[in-house]
């Protein structure tokens, strides 16, 4: 039994990585820690991906901004709002959902 993604006519074996797991890696890039197999799949990631490759760059300006910090120097309020950031951009709505609620 085995499932594959639609619309992946010819996927890659495991080079295929998703939005959460770029987003994870960027840790491990800035710092260049990363597996060359992995930094390939990464990259080949943010060339069709411009949420990620925006998000590199706002992670990347915020540690020039921070000066030499790490990831886990940074505090909890900005990781989260640069997590948040990404996930808006991928689930952007096109209505308020909060606007728009039937009343049943
Ligand atoms: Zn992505």
Redesign the pocket.
Known sequence: MEQKPPGCASASSTDDLT?QQ?TALLVEYVNDTLTPETMRAFQE?LRD?A??LAYLRTYRATIRALGTVRYEDIPAALQDRLLSFLHTRLTRAPQSFLDGRDPG
């Open positions: 939005c770029v990631h991906c949420d990620c």
